[in-house]
C-alpha cells in the first residue's frame, strides 16, 4: 500500500522501559461519552497512565467539567469538548479542537452508546436509528478523524510504537442475540465487522484497531439488571464469575490495549465479561 510502513525485514519494536504507571506517557486520547459509566472509567485510567485527555460528552457539561478536572489533578492535561458523534461535522470539530489544543491525537476510544430498548414490533425507526447512529456511525465518524491524522503523522518513535490505535468499546452482545434489544445488537454486531474490516486495512500504516466487549458493568445503562437483589440474582446466572463487573475494570483493559505493550495485539474483540460468552445454560444442560 501506497505510504505504508516499510514492512520488510523491519525489527520488532523496541519496547516501552516505563513503569505501568507510566504506560501511556506523553500520548494524548480522546474518549467519546466520558461522562459518566464505562467512558468516564477509560478517561480517568488514560490519565492516570500519563495521557492527556479530551472528554467528550453531549449533554451534562459539570459532570463532564468534572471528570476533566479530576484528570487535571494527575498532572496531564484534560479537556471537555460537547460533541453529537452521530454528527459528522461536530465530529471533525471535536478532532480540531483536540489538535490544536494537544498538537495531535494518538489513542481514540470509540465509546459513546446508549440503548432504547422495545419489543421488536413496537420498535419505531427513530430508536432503531438513534442507536444506529450513536453506536455504530459514531464509531465510524471518530475512527474515520482517527485514521486521517494518525496517516498523517505517522509512527513518532518516542511516542509509541504505532501510528495510533482505535478501541471500539462494543459489549458481548456483538455475538450473543439479544431479544428485546435488536438495534443495539445489530448496532454491536456491525461494529464488531467494522473494527475487524478497518483493523484489516490501515494495519500496514502501524494504526491499530480493536475492541473491547464488556459483559454486566455496573453503570447507569444497565442498572434495572443490578438494581435489586433480584434483579442482581437472576443476572448472576448469566455469569459464570458469579459477579457483576466494575467500570474500571474495562478503564484497567483500556489501558492495556491502548499501550505499546499491546503493540502486536490487532483486531481483536477483548471480552471482559466474567464469562458471560461461555453459554452458561450449557453449565449443565446439553
Ligand atoms: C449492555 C448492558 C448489559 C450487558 C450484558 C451491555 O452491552 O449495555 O445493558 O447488561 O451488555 O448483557
Redesign the pocket.
Known amino acids: 500500500m501506497e505510504n505504508s510502513v516499510q514492512s520488510s525485514y523491519l525489527p520488532s519494536p523496541v519496547m516501552p522501559k516505563c513503569p505501568p504507571q507510566h504506560m501511556l506517557q506523553g500520548q494524548r486520547a480522546i474518549v467519546t461519552g466520558a461522562g459518566s459509566g464505562i467512558g468516564r472509567a477509560i478517561a480517568l485510567a488514560l490519565g492516570q497512565a500519563g495521557a492527556d485527555v479530551v472528554v467528550n460528552y453531549v449533554s451534562g457539561t459539570d459532570t463532564a467539567e468534572e471528570v476533566a478536572a479530576q484528570i487535571r489533578t494527575g498532572g496531564v492535561r484534560a479537556l471537555a469538548i460537547r460533541a453529537d458523534v452521530s454528527d459528522e461535522s461536530q465530529v471533525q470539530d471535536m478532532f480540531r479542537k483536540t489538535i490544536e489544543a494537544f498538537g495531535s491525537v494518538d489513542i481514540v476510544v470509540n465509546n459513546a452508546g446508549l440503548?432504547q430498548d422495545a419489543a421488536f414490533e413496537n420498535l419505531t425507526l427513530a430508536q432503531w436509528n438513534k442507536v444506529i447512529g450513536v453506536n455504530l456511525t459514531g464509531q465510524f465518524l471518530c475512527s474515520r478523524e482517527a485514521v486521517r491524522e494518525f496517516k498523517r503523522r505517522g509512527v513518532i518513535p518516542q511516542v509509541s510504537c504505532a501510528a495510533g490505535k482505535i478501541l471500539c468499546i462494543s459489549?458481548?452482545?456483538e455475538v450473543i442475540p439479544?431479544a428485546g434489544h435488536v438495534n443495539?445488537a445489530a448496532s454491536?454486531g456491525g461494529v464488531m465487522l467494522m473494527m475487524k474490516s478497518l483493523a484489516q486495512e490501515v494495519a500496514p500504516y502501524r494504526i491499530r484497531v480493536n475492541s473491547i466487549c464488556?459483559?454486566?458493568i455496573r453503570t447507569p445503562?444497565?442498572m434495572e439488571?443490578w438494581g435489586t437483589k433480584e434483579a442482581y440474582e437472576e443476572l448472576l446466572k448469566l455469569i459464570p464469575y458469579k459477579r457483576i463487573g466494575e467500570a474500571d475494570e474495562i478503564g484497567r483493559a483500556a489501558v492495556w490495549l491502548a499501550s505499546d505493550y499491546a503493540d502486536y495485539v490487532h483486531g481483536i474483540s477483548l471480552f471482559v465479561d466474567g464469562g458471560?460468552t461461555l453459554y452458561p445454560g450449557f453449565e449443565t444442560g446439553g
Open positions: 440503548q459489549s458481548v452482545h439479544w443495539y454491536k464488556p459483559g454486566a445503562i444497565n439488571a458471560m
